[in-house]
């Protein structure tokens, strides 16, 4: 199984403020990379897919960028709305394998 | 417009099957490169995927749960399943099923997602 590794586990951050969450593949997943974002008692949203799209209605302060086994989610300008769990999902080979999140909180 | 939604039993006893159904709309699962995936997370944890299934039938399973699982699909009800069978406490959790995104293998994101049901294993 190919294992994601996902950091900082937790995260405080200023409105206004940039964050980076990295995700590392036990392996070359070659950008098959999807994040999602959490909110609490909702159902996880699609944010990125193939590790750099940005899907549709997603707001652009969201980017990902990557290859080979590192990968990261940018928010740029934090917003209280962006308050979630964020995980990484590898779609390279099965079994389809989820990071363990970051959640992500305002200062 | 996609929507999915999960029905479940709420609760059940260890070593029973759980029987999970998810009916949808927007797209049909005979449609060409359409496929929908189930994922659970137990309480406060993360994501867990556990199975998904084809247009074509073509099913993929987490060998975690070894022979436990088994994912069906009724177009013409616009539904999907999934069976887990001999259940214990380990499995109470929130399954969500979700439609993948690519249409061919590999391309296993998830752009639609269920609201959810929550499965407790208890006696």
């Known amino acids: 199984d190919i294992r994601m590794t996902q950091s900082p586990a937790s995260l405080s951050a200023s409105l206004g403020e940039t964050v980076n969450i990295e995700c590392l593949a036990s392996e070359d997943i070659y950008s098959d990379l999807a994040w999602y974002q959490q909110k609490p008692g909702k159902s996880p949203q699609l944010l990125i897919y193939?590790?750099?799209s940005l899907q549709n209605g997603v707001p652009s302060r969201f980017s990902g960028s990557g290859s080979g086994t590192q990968y990261s989610l940018k928010i740029n300008s934090l917003q209280s709305e962006d308050v979630a769990t964020y995980f990484c999902q590898q779609y390279n080979n099965y079994p389809l394998t989820f990071g363990s999140g970051t959640k992500l909180e305002i200062k | 417009q996609v929507t999915l939604k999960e029905s479940g039993p709420g609760i059940l006893q260890p070593s029973q099957t759980l029987s999970l159904t998810c009916t949808f709309s927007?797209?049909?699962?005979?449609?060409?490169?359409?496929?929908v995936g189930w994922i659970r997370q137990p309480s406060g944890k993360g994501l867990e995927w556990l199975a998904n299934i084809w247009w074509d039938d073509d099913k993929y399973y987490n060998p975690s749960l070894k022979n436990r699982l088994t994912i069906s699909k009724d177009t013409s009800n616009n539904q999907a399943f999934l069976k887990i069978t001999n259940v214990d406490t380990a499995d109470t959790a929130t399954y969500y099923c979700?439609?993948?995104?690519?249409?061919?293998?590999?391309?296993?994101?998830?752009?639609?997602w269920g609201q959810g049901t929550l499965v407790t294993v208890s006696s």
């Open positions: 979700a439609r993948i995104e690519g249409i061919i293998r590999g391309t296993d994101w998830f752009a639609y």
């Open positions: 193939n590790a750099n």
């Open positions: 927007g797209f049909s699962l005979s449609t060409y490169g359409m496929g």
